[in-house]
């Protein structure tokens, strides 16, 4: 026991760590963490000390894994995704006072948490346990409810049709006034493209987007491009982009804030309306009728009424 101890790094520094590695970014860390990102510098330089190495190469405005900092990554991401996988299942056993919603990280972080304050200040008595997971649940955890990709029917779940996808690219208005080519398809393919990499995705019920298979609905083929860049997280390819390195592909219901805000703008027209691929609000059967389930239910619908409202590709057509 001693020899462990002696042998693990300050945990908490460990956990800012892990942030900071996935998102590829000490700011985007400090906000999912809510500390200041100077706490975070200061967690990831005790982490250094302790290693005696460097853990990230900084830039002036984002940071980059070194090979020993990589290495720490991998294993600090599993053991903590260990933990929270024990965790979600020792809270569900004890999920009296609370209703426990499971959904993508992405999802979670730019589509939930700028509408949380709102659900609360609406719905107080709400008890809402949010947990994060890059893949359906299986109904084998008996999990109380979700936001899925797709939708695996089950006889102990019920299920409401909220959205299907709209796929579009995006980028800085900078970085579009530097670029002015990638208002056509063809010009996109002299500029950096920033991607999602398909070997990163979980969905069991259908194929990736990525810039292969967004490109090939449009009749162009992804090898002509200068350039891709692979990201295992959309949060990491978002920050990308704000950072002007290239131009992502941008998923509606995930990026309208900062349409609406200006901070992104869409360089083209083009747009992929994915009606097939659909998500969907799931909750298990002997709770749909609780009052808690309804309210968020119903608070889903009435968030997500726009998304079911826009018009469709063929209506476009």
């Avoid at 190495?53 to 894994?65: I, P, S, T």
């Avoid at 995705?201 to 992804?222: C, I, M, Q, T, Y």
């Amino acid at each position: 026991m001693n020899s462990l101890r002696q042998l693990l790094p300050p945990l908490n520094a460990l956990r800012t760590f892990e942030a900071a590695a996935r998102h590829g970014s000490f700011k985007m860390a400090a906000e999912e963490l809510c500390v200041t990102q100077a706490a975070v510098s200061r967690q990831i330089q005790t982490l250094e000390d302790f290693y005696g190495l460097k853990l990230f190469l900084r830039g002036n405005r984002k940071v980059q894994l070194t090979s020993d900092g990589h290495t720490l990554y991998l294993a600090a991401s599993s053991a903590l995704q260990s933990i929270a996988t024990a965790s979600r299942g020792l809270l569900r056993r004890n999920s009296l006072d609370y209703l426990a919603l499971i959904s993508t990280t992405s999802f979670a972080q730019l589509w939930l948490m700028p509408r949380l304050k709102q659900l609360r200040v609406q719905h107080p008595e709400l008890q809402l346990h949010m947990i994060s997971s890059e893949e359906n649940p299986d109904y084998q955890e008996r999990f109380s409810a979700a936001v899925t990709l797709g939708l695996e029917e089950h006889p102990h779940y019920v299920a409401e049709y909220l959205f299907s996808e709209e796929i579009f690219p995006v980028c800085t208005p900078r970085f579009l006034a530097q670029n002015p080519r990638i208002t056509t398809l063809e010009g996109m393919l002299g500029v950096t493209l920033l991607n999602l990499s398909a070997s990163h995705w979980k969905a069991r019920l259908w194929a990736p987007v990525d810039w292969a298979f967004w490109l090939k609905e449009f009749g162009l083929d992804s090898t002509m491009c200068t350039e891709l860049v692979d990201f295992s997280h959309f949060s990491m390819l978002l920050n990308a982009a704000q950072e002007d390195v290239g131009v992502c592909l941008a998923w509606r219901h995930l990026v309208e804030p900062q349409l609406n805000a200006g901070t992104l703008v869409r360089p083209l027209e083009e747009t992929l309306f994915a009606d097939d691929r659909k998500h969907y609000f799931v909750c298990r059967r002997d709770l749909a009728g609780s009052s808690e389930m309804r309210v968020l239910r119903d608070w889903l619908m009435s968030e997500t009424q726009a998304l079911r409202d826009r018009p469709s590709q063929k209506a476009d057509q």
